[in-house]
């Protein structure tokens, strides 16, 4: 089973920018898709940005434009670059494996199942 663990939030002025990354380890057997994700206390949890087994990358409205995922399968790890940040970037961050099967259906990669979640980085951004 896949494990994940977000590292790189924390502190930043407005238009500044932050990096976040995410390391996996464990089986990823039908694991094609690799998803940020965002989430404000007692707010929705938002779509931010998601990448597939063929490196293509899919953006949420929220992100298009600031903020590029990317991937170095050789480190296992996902990356988040995060620039000209606004006040209301201002979440914890989470990255996800997604599949083909599960309950947590997201439209990233062209839709996915994202079963398997990091314990999330926070993000905050001042104005």
């Known amino acids: 089973q896949v494990q994940l663990m977000e590292s790189g939030g924390g502190s930043v002025q407005s238009g500044g920018s932050l990096r976040l990354s995410c390391v996996g380890a464990?089986?990823?057997?039908?694991?094609?898709?690799l998803g940020w994700f965002r989430q404000a206390p007692g707010k929705k949890l938002e779509e931010v940005a998601g990448?597939?087994?063929?490196?293509?990358?899919t953006y949420a409205d929220i992100a298009k434009g600031r903020f590029i995922i990317s991937q170095d399968t050789a480190k296992n790890t996902l990356y988040l670059d995060m620039n000209n940040l606004k006040p209301e970037d201002t979440d914890v961050y989470y990255c996800?494996?997604?599949?083909?099967?599960?309950?947590?259906?997201?439209?990233?990669?062209?839709?996915?199942?994202?079963?398997?979640w990091g314990q999330g980085a926070q993000v905050t951004v001042a104005s």
């Open positions: 464990g089986y990823t057997y039908n694991v094609y898709c």
């Open positions: 990448i597939d087994s063929e490196g293509i990358s």
């Open positions: 996800a494996a997604g599949s083909s099967a599960g309950s947590a259906y997201y439209r990233l990669c062209g839709g996915a199942y994202f079963n398997t």
